[in-house]
Nanobody, 124 residues
């Protein structure tokens, strides 16, 4: 089992920045994908950014150039730096993980472990 705990959400004005963190604990593994998903009320969940154990990344088109996913292996932590936030980024952001290799996916169906989420609200 793996436990994921997110933090760093909050309320900001458009153009602002937030940094989300996700700490993984439990039965970790050498080969993994970790990702951030988001879901707004009434909307489908979508993959925002993902990273694999070698540092390979994938991003949702609408966040490219604004969001950066990174990791600290020693602390089993993955980060999502979000800059130039837009009202459309408002959502619950969830961290997810799965033990896998290859280019990291942005499809939620592949992920086994999920955190509880942290709310991000961007006002215009």
């Amino acid at each position: 089992q793996v436990q994921l705990v997110e933090s760093g959400g909050g309320s900001v004005q458009a153009g602002g920045s937030l940094r989300l963190s996700c700490i993984a604990s439990g039965n970790t593994h050498l080969n993994y994908w970790m990702a951030w998903f988001r879901q707004a009320p009434g909307e489908k969940r979508e993959g925002v950014a993902s990273i694999d154990s070698e540092g390979g990344t994938a991003y949702l088109d609408s966040v490219k150039g604004r969001f950066t996913i990174s990791k600290d292996n020693a602390k089993n932590t993955v980060f999502l730096q979000m800059n130039n936030l837009e009202p459309e980024d408002t959502a619950m952001y969830l961290c997810a993980a799965v033990w896998a290799s290859g280019p990291p996916s942005l499809e939620g169906k592949w992920y086994d472990y999920w955190g509880q989420g942290t709310q991000v609200t961007v006002s215009s």
